[in-house]
């Protein structure tokens, strides 16, 4: 038994001088010869074994085959190695939440193009006189939600009230005088500041407001929550490694090349020892990176009806279609309170409430409506979420990830533990031997870098925010339905908002888009100008003026003088 005990160990140090090419000769050619590979064109490399007393890391036990200078050229083709692994082990999340910030905000702008052409289709069928000037409120109003779902600092509430007010000027002398010329600076101010007061178009700009708010917050958090994914991984994609790590690193892959033992793998579990080490603050990502793919299919889930951007914006048309028709049901009441207010002591001719009869959507605008559920915006959240679920380790499995991406000996028999080939690599042993392992520098764990510090910040916050979202559409679920829909808080049968008065027999368009087919189809030729920054500015500064009340056809009176007359009226 002895004898057949010794001829298995022969045989084993047999094998191991064979795998990893233990040196035949006395020179440093083959050691030479691998560092040119690497460093093409270096002259400095020893010659022949030497004692190797500068090295800092691959410390030899035997004869060395590398100075200094090449263990530093070494240690910074370990980092370079360690971040190209990382960036392979990121390559398909990233690609997954890019291309999907890409597709979605693109979608969303579709959207909004459709919703601004469904509207101005509506004008143009039901309200031709005053069609072409309303293209450009339309305009404006559906810029001003685009730059907003982009982040813009935009308030809901104004854009739409800002829409009202100038809608008012231009829908009134056409429905209520028509044919009188339109009104002047100081007639256009008063519409625009009694519109409110006297609630002409009831409470559709309360419930728009309360529809467009929650619906563009939502679709707005949850395009920041995915660009925030891909910031995310592309700072862990080029983190830079501390320098106990480049030591490790170097220890574990080119250490052994020092020794001429050009074959020699590291031990899986030596591996481990010193990802783990290296990736500890990486790893620390792991709880709040998992939680943001919770909180965002939390999000995605709760986007339905008022908080689902194509359903509001795509019936917005039919929104403002209604309150137009409010607005005139209450025609003659209106002429008389407005004849008081604003001034025109003319004889009025009031016109009788015209309903619309001929409101119809373009071919074009019904074909890129009617689409089958998988192909919504819904359908394309649902995907993304299943396949972010995937990836939702993705963080506590990178150790791993980049050992079983390594050469490295899986079952840990003769490998190299840092030191030296061992039979068979000892987590323990390694343990008890690790103060003479340069402090051990691969099992080193140090607080996380700044950098993961401000990831994580802005990882809670958004989860933050993303539960937040949650916790109000929970709220508002245990509202009853149509309730939730409307949402005006005191809406009314005399508010006359219950969606559908217009006696057309309820059409409506369907509130889907193909929107991966028809990304880049224009719906029709009133698209807005390219320079929507530009626009926005204006129309800012316009109404910034307006604000100020340096209007001089208007004296900064008015107001309070209206006010008063309106109280006495309505008395």
């Keep these: 038994m002895a004898d057949c005990g010794a001829a298995l160990r022969l045989c084993a140090l047999f094998s191991v001088a064979v795998l990893l090419g233990v040196r035949a000769e006395s020179g440093c050619q083959r050691v030479r010869a691998a560092f040119q590979a690497v460093q093409p064109g270096a002259k400095w490399m020893p010659e022949s074994p030497g004692a190797g007393h ?14 200094r200078k090449m263990e530093e050229k070494y240690q910074a083709t370990a980092r370079s190695n360690m971040e190209q692994l ?82 008012f000027p231009l829908v009134y002398p056409h429905l209520i005088n028509p044919g009188f010329p339109d009104p002047s600076l100081e007639m256009t101010e008063c519409l625009r500041l009694a519109r409110r007061d006297l609630k002409v178009f009831g409470n559709f700009p309360k419930v728009m407001m309360t529809q467009v708010s929650k619906s563009l917050q939502v679709t707005r958090v949850f395009l920041q929550a995915l660009n925030l994914g891909i910031e995310v991984v592309n700072t862990t994609d080029h983190l830079k490694f501390s320098k106990d790590c480049g030591r490790a690193l170097l220890k574990m892959w080119y250490c052994p090349h020092c020794q001429d033992l050009m074959m020699a793998k590291p031990c899986a579990g030596f591996c481990n020892v010193v990802l783990q080490g290296c990736l500890a603050s990486v790893v620390e990502i792991d709880s709040y990176w998992r939680e943001y793919i919770r909180s965002l299919e939390g999000l995605a889930k709760g986007m339905r009806g008022i908080y689902d951007m194509e359903h509001v ?22 002429a008389v309170t407005i004849g008081k207010l604003c001034g025109h002591s003319q ?9 619309p009869e001929d409101l119809s959507v373009d071919k074009r605008v019904t074909r890129a409506a009617h689409v089958d559920h998988e192909e919504t915006l819904s359908s394309r959240r649902r995907e993304l979420i299943a396949k972010l679920r995937m990836h939702s380790s993705f963080y506590s499995s990178l150790p791993e990830y980049v050992c079983s991406h390594s050469s490295v000996v899986q079952n840990n028999t003769l490998c190299w533990n840092g030191q030296e080939i061992v039979e068979r690599f000892s987590r323990q042993a390694m343990r008890n031997g690790a103060k003479s392992q340069l402090n051990s520098h691969e099992a080193k764990v140090k607080g996380p870098e700044p950098v993961i510090s401000q990831i994580i910040d802005k990882l809670k916050h958004i989860n933050q925010l993303l539960k937040g979202m949650a916790i109000a559409r929970r709220k508002s679920l245990d509202k009853p339905e149509d309730e939730d829909e409307g949402e005006s808080g005191d809406c009314d049968d005399e508010d006359d908002c219950g969606g559908d008065s217009s006696g057309n027999g309820g059409l409506r368009v369907k509130n889907q888009l193909r929107f991966l087919a028809e990304l880049a189809y224009d719906l029709d030729t009133d698209d ?10 204006q129309s800012k500064e316009v109404s910034a003026i307006r604000n100020s009340g340096s209007l001089n ?19």
């Excluded at 048309?317 to 209604?322: A, E, Q, T």
Aim: aromatic share 12%; net charge positive.
């Design 553 to 571: 056809a208007v004296p900064n009176l008015f107001s309070a003088v209206l006010t008063v007359l309106i109280y006495l009226l309505v008395k």
């Design 313 to 334: 914006l795509l019936n917005l048309f039919s929104l403002i279609r209604d309150s137009i028709m409010y607005m005139q049901k209450n025609a003659e009441k209106l």
């Design 347 to 355: 004889q009025r001719q009031y016109r009788s409430a015209w309903y």
């Design 86 to 167: 990382l960036q392979s082990a990121s390559m398909e999340l990233k690609f997954l939440i890019i291309q999907n910030a890409a597709v979605f905000q693109e979608a969303f702008e579709m959207v909004v193009r459709h919703a601004r052409n469904y509207t101005n289709t509506m004008f143009r069928n039901s309200y031709r006189n005053m069609a072409a000037k309303a293209f450009k409120f339309v305009g404006e109003f559906f810029t001003d939600i685009s730059l907003y779902i982009l982040g813009s600092d935009i308030n809901v509430n104004d854009m739409i009230n800002e829409f009202f007010d100038s809608l």
């Design 528 to 537: 807005i100008p390219s320079n929507k920054q530009l626009l926005n500015h």
């Design 54 to 67: 500068d090295l800092q890391v691959c410390v030899p036990k035997v004869p060395t085959c590398c100075s």
